[in-house]
């Protein structure tokens, strides 16, 4: 498989081809991940370290589990104690992290552009976990894996991403990702909460939701981001619910075969209706996590191939 990335930092750099071959490697992971021997031996040998210095559930077990299956060995820093608490800068980090020679790199990071100064900085591949509100891209390659395997295809499909945009690398992530792949993106929530040039971003822009979900093929809610949130951006979560939470009512307004996702972790009763969330006809949500695993794996798997196959000074 050609993937000739010495970094996974965001969906922007990736062609159509990178992403098609992710998935497909992704789409052999999920079957490996049924069977009752879940092991793979593409990481042997080499060491991923997992640094988080945001708190993270879903992401950072996945990169964990992924890491183990294909049988690297795993550690994750506690960066909330760590030395950059202490006033070390992320070069010194970069510098320290050298000398332990890791192979593999995960980094979530509140600060947008974090992760990519620090691949270059180091001397092994850099996975970008979550930066700011600049990019998530394994949670698009695997909201993608989700929509493809679903669908049965991933382009020219009409896909809704409602909510909370402006504060969610999710969603920018995921809105480069499905217009490289030829879909029609539809943006849906309160002017509040949609970023600044959003018509650069080559989308539809709705307020209102039953409009904006009129014949979609997928519904992609988000979550409110109140921890990256500075001031007043919705009246009250109640009031948000009413215009913007998807119930079977706003949800009728979807092509009858339209499925609905959300990236996690749920506020049930403000973004989404619990029966919704549950509906094992409509929802993906458990998919979603299930695929996650599978992508990571199949990102690790295609950044090791081209550690192996070149000297780590290039790969700096």
């Not at 010495?6 to 992704?26: C, K, M, N």
């Not at 104690?81 to 192979?103: Q, R, V, Y």
């Not at 009409?158 to 992530?173: F, L, N, P, Q, Y």
């Amino acid at each position: 498989m050609a993937f000739q990335h010495a970094h996974l930092l965001g969906i922007e750099p990736l062609a159509p081809s990178d992403i098609s071959t992710i998935l497909d490697l992704s789409d052999r992971y999920v079957d490996l991940n049924r069977r009752d021997q879940k092991h793979s031996d593409a990481l042997a040998g080499l060491t991923q370290i997992n640094m988080f210095f945001e708190n993270s559930t879903r992401t950072q077990a996945s990169f964990e589990l992924a890491g183990k299956r294909l049988g690297a060995d795993v550690m994750n820093m506690a960066m909330q104690a760590s030395s950059i608490k202490k006033g070390e800068t992320l070069i010194d980090t970069a510098m320290t992290l050298n000398a332990m020679h890791p192979d593999l790199l995960v980094v979530r990071h509140p600060q947008s552009g974090a992760v990519d100064l620090l691949s270059q900085k180091v001397n092994c591949a850099v996975l970008n976990a979550g930066d700011g509100r600049h990019e998530h891209p394994t949670q698009a390659l695997l909201d993608a894996l989700t929509i493809r395997r679903a669908k049965g295809r991933l382009h020219r499909l009409s896909i809704a991403i409602c909510g909370d945009i402006a504060h969610s690398r999710v969603a920018r992530s995921n809105i480069i990702l499905l217009g490289k792949m030829e879909n029609r993106v539809r943006l849906v929530g309160p002017s509040t909460l949609m970023p600044a040039g959003i018509s650069e971003f080559g989308v539809e822009v709705f307020e209102d939701m039953r409009e904006g979900l009129r014949d979609v093929d997928v519904v992609m809610m988000l979550r409110l981001q109140r921890e990256r949130m500075d001031g007043g951006f919705i009246p009250s979560e109640r009031e948000y619910y009413h215009r913007y939470g998807l119930d079977a009512e706003k949800l009728g307004h979807a092509k009858a075969d339209a499925i609905v996702m959300h990236p996690g972790p749920m506020n049930r009763g403000v973004e989404i209706d619990g029966e919704i969330a549950d509906d094992i006809n409509r929802s993906v949500i458990q998919e979603q996590v299930e695929m996650g695993v599978a992508v990571r794996m199949a990102a690790m798997d295609l950044l090791a191939r081209n550690l192996r196959a070149k000297p780590k000074e290039v790969m700096a």
